[in-house]
């Protein structure tokens, strides 16, 4: 059964309502050997983010963008994915951009705003890659904050995040837990090197991966380390401070880059091809520390005819990470229960929030029309239960605030985001 309101009113209603978040989404490929990871340096971040300010269908705005992940959360009442992605396209200085297949919007609140607190507290213990965002979210919200695109809606949703870490700090004993093959393999690095002075370390293949692990042993004090690539050129998106910090080598320079470093790592997927077997068949001056991050491992025949290399492959890291992951099972158990609940607590605030701008311009609506004819007849098709022409205006205006007690006192806003509908049911059933 089909019921129609005439009322361009209704309609008002409707459209007057429907802001809510939304989110423009892209994670980084670990392994892609063919162009880094996608993300916007500092540069380019502030000027989508100046772009994105100058449109008024966006009415606030945050953007966090690293290697690991891009993540553009907007408050709108439309769709802009299109448009965005072109303004990213436009903002991106250095090329690289990924196809638009690879960014994926979200228009569900609840659903965006769980992943994206997950990743904020770094709960997601089931992916590998993820490291807890806090630190980036708060530099993120800043940036937007400076920038005036903060309101109502994300500043309590900022809020509802700092409650969130300090109800963890108080109740959980509260730590980041780093699930990240990058975080493992640099504590790995740092706790078997505690008993040498100024290990040399070189890592072979330079991609998005092995960017994060040399920026990590750099945020240790490591220096000086040797960079093993097939050409210069992906050097030059790195921060000045972190090019005078490396020694490059072309791939040609391989061998001699073995033999003089103590601490090897590959994240080469055709490592065969330019590690080849002879350069590990020989004695070394030194024990030699091997860290293969390949996906699909074929060196181990080779380390086993050389007890002066110790070999440690992904399947090693997966289970170190599997070991601290049994470490914070607890911090796990306690901590996602609470973002659970401030999150409730939240879509209750967005819910409540929301309902009352629809009641309240529905009710200015109603008291603007009262002496009019907009809310006159209710037109009921498809071999109807019943016809009723409603005349009296007076009539219709209880109706209507019945139907307005209704929403306030049953449903959430997300269950009434369509105006027109509920109305319609209140003739229909009452």
Known sequence: MEIRIVSKHLQQIETAIMGQFRLLSFSGNLYNLKNDAFYLSTEENKQLLYTLKSWPEIKELIILSIPERTEIIYFSDLDLEERIFEAITDATLSGGMPIKSEFHQTSDEEKLLIHLSELCFGV????????????????????????GMVGEYLERWWNNLIATNKRIKEQVDYQLPNFSITYTVSDLITELVKSVKHPKIAIIGLNALSKRIYKNLTSKGFNKITIVDKSIAPFSTLPEMDLNNFIFEPM???ENVINKNDILISTLENSLQILHPAYFQKDFDTTKIFIDLSIKSNLTAIFNENHQVIPFNLTDIYKIVEQKMEINKKWLKKAKPIISEMNLEFFHWIDDKKGQEMLTLANELLVKNINNSQYTKVLIADEPFFKAVMSDNHINKILLKKSIARIKSNAQYKDIINYDKIVNDFYQYN
């Open 124 to 147: 997601q213990s089931s992916n590998y890659g993820t490291t807890p965002l806090f630190p980036r979210f708060i530099q993120a919200y800043n940036l937007s904050l400076e920038n």
């Open 252 to 254: 040609s320079e391989v």
